[in-house]
């Protein structure tokens, strides 16, 4: 399904220096890979519905609680310049 040849092709468009042993071992393993989707090609999945994960997972983040931070001066303090109560940063909108 596929040779050497087409490894070290691949390989030179990846820019990738490959010993000649990588190449072997690489075209042993894509070999195998492709084998087992040929065979997963061929099962019937008609009725199988489309899915995004193989098991059900749930989300278990937490709720966002707004907390004041007690030391809003120290953050202030830690800034490379400030401006009164607020950071100073530099200006990235076009003058246009």
Do not use: C, W
């Not at 070290?8 to 075209?27: D, G, S």
């Not at 997972?57 to 907390?67: A, F, G, P």
């Amino acid at each position: 399904m596929i040779d050497q040849e087409q490894v070290h092709k691949v390989a030179n468009l990846a820019r990738l220096e490959l010993t000649p042993e990588e190449e072997q071992q690489f075209t042993n393993q894509l070999a195998n890979i492709l084998d087992y989707i040929q065979q997963l090609n061929e099962l019937d999945v008609s009725d199988v519905p489309p899915t995004t994960r193989a098991i059900d997972v749930s989300n278990i983040t937490r709720e966002d609680e707004l907390q004041p931070y007690s030391d809003r001066e120290s953050i202030l303090n830690a800034a490379p310049e400030q401006e009164g109560e607020f950071f100073k940063v530099p200006k990235i909108l076009n003058a246009e």
